[in-house]
């Protein structure tokens, strides 16, 4: 499994307290869980090095605050087992809130605000999910599109719907024919497809998602990693990072610029 070497900025004492006992190979560092290969979020460029949006913003607390952090490749539905458990401390991977998730998890407060997204191959004639009737659809395990499309399969009457450990597998099934759409969320979508004319994002899909990092329910470490999250947007490495990864500056109202409370369940 491949890792990276990241700083942090941690207490000390938080840390023992979230590995409840655990002593990691390094003390004084921490693993955080990503799901590598969720592009622009967290993947790895030509040489093998992970980069990304949400690796940025790891790197950038790091240099702040000086702890040292491993990154620790986990598949998507794998990072809530391994946060509950403390095999890592936290996670990032555009992982939604919701109600659901805040029974057993925390999340810092919200840093990206996003949709879902249909992508089909650029040569068929579908156009929106309306289309899929009796169509195969693709998923990422555990995701919001996976619970999206359970929630509206009998309304728009899928043929089926296929799990996938992450985009890559699934945008292979795609572009092979053995899918005929694929959902997740819009922005790794639209990353991933503005240099493949093959395939195109067909249509939005209004859900409202937000994404932060996500720890262990009522984490000690929840105040460290929000207080470095609002510093971050005031003084703009947020908002730069958006435009760097994402080609534009996000919205003044949107949640990479605003500094928000730590989410509570509804």
Do not use: C
């Not at 592009?39 to 949400?54: I, N």
């Not at 702890?67 to 991977?93: C, D, H, Y």
């Amino acid at each position: 499994m491949r890792r990276q070497i990241l700083k942090f900025a941690l207490f000390a004492a938080a840390s023992a307290t979230v590995w409840g006992g655990f002593a990691p190979a390094h003390a004084a560092d921490l693993a955080v869980g990503a799901n590598i290969g969720n592009v622009p979020w967290e993947f790895q460029d030509a040489t093998g090095k992970f980069v990304g949006f949400e690796i940025d913003v790891v790197n950038e607390a790091a240099k702040r605050l000086d702890k040292t952090v491993e990154i620790v490749n986990i598949p998507f539905n794998g990072l809530f087992s391994a946060v509950q458990s403390g095999r890592i401390a936290m996670a990032i991977s555009s992982i939604t809130i919701t109600d659901k998730r805040l029974e057993s998890v925390s999340f810092a407060q919200p840093y990206y605000d996003s949709d879902q997204s249909l992508t089909v191959r650029a040569n068929t004639p579908l156009k929106s999910v309306d289309d899929l009737k009796g169509k195969s659809l693709g998923v990422d395990t555990g995701s919001t599109g996976d619970m999206w499309a359970n929630q509206n399969q009998a309304k728009y009457s899928f043929g089926d719907i296929r799990r996938y450990e992450g985009l890559q597998p699934a945008m292979l099934d795609l572009g092979a024919g053995r899918l005929d759409g694929y959902i997740s969320d819009i922005p790794a979508l639209l990353y991933y497809t503005k240099d493949k004319p093959q395939f195109k994002v067909v249509q939005r899909i209004p859900t409202g998602e937000r994404y932060s990092v996500m720890l262990a329910k009522d984490s000690p470490l929840l105040p460290a990693v929000n207080d470095q999250i609002t510093a971050m947007k005031k003084d703009g490495t947020l908002a730069a990072l958006h435009e760097k990864w994402f080609g534009v500056k996000p919205d003044a109202d949107g949640s990479t610029v605003k500094v928000l409370d730590i989410p509570k369940k509804s």
